[in-house]
């Protein structure tokens, strides 16, 4: 009986030992491992340095920076057409067709983990005759007209570039400096809903 019993005892110890290398907590093996070069993992400060370095490429018009600084793969949500995956190159494209002096400034930035937040000032004179607004072309009364406008735009950082940006901006403003829309249409719009007191 001896003899058997001491197989079977090694056997489940083995089985055990392996059970308990295979559901090693992930972490363990995570900080064995060394940062891999093919995917930096960066600090908030590195992070919000990225995204102020975009501002200054963009401001630039420097658009091969602005490509290093994006990931090839970026995704770019918007309010209007949902998730537009891309290019780097076509991020800021419609914008620079028709604003190609457009300037920007960073008014506001803050980072958390992978992400920033930019809160920023557009100023740039439109160059027509068309501009795309929420996904429809829209013709413009006049060129030459300066417009002003914010925006706040959602950056992920992933591997030492942005991969993902959410992008809001204050088109009301712009439609308004460019004849689009005018003061008397705004007033005379009836409101959608009024709430009882």
């Not at 590195?46 to 490509?67: C, G, H, K, R, T």
């Not at 439109?126 to 914010?150: H, Y």
């Amino acid at each position: 009986m001896r003899r058997t019993v001491r197989p079977v005892l090694v056997l489940v110890a083995m089985l055990l030992g392996a059970f308990t290398v295979f559901y090693l907590p992930a972490t363990a093996a995570q900080e064995a491992t060394p940062a891999g070069a093919a995917c930096p993992t960066t600090s908030v400060e590195e992070n919000e340095a990225l995204v102020s370095q975009l501002y200054d490429a963009i401001n630039a018009n420097d658009e091969p920076a602005m490509a290093a600084l994006m990931a090839a793969d970026l995704t770019h949500y918007t309010a209007s057409r949902g998730e537009r995956p891309g290019s780097p190159e076509e991020f800021f494209q419609g914008q620079r067709e028709h604003f190609p002096d457009a300037t920007v400034t960073v008014d506001l930035l803050v980072a958390e983990r992978d992400m920033v937040a930019a809160y920023t000032s557009w100023t740039g004179i439109f160059q027509g005759p068309t501009a795309m607004f929420f996904g429809d072309e829209i013709e413009i009364p006049a060129t030459g007209l300066t417009s002003e406008w914010v925006s706040v735009i959602f950056f992920r950082i992933e591997c030492g570039t942005v991969s993902e940006v959410w992008p809001l901006a204050d088109r009301l403003s712009q439609l308004r400096h460019l004849g689009i829309i005018t003061e008397e249409e705004l007033r005379s719009v009836d409101p959608v809903a009024t709430p009882a007191p």
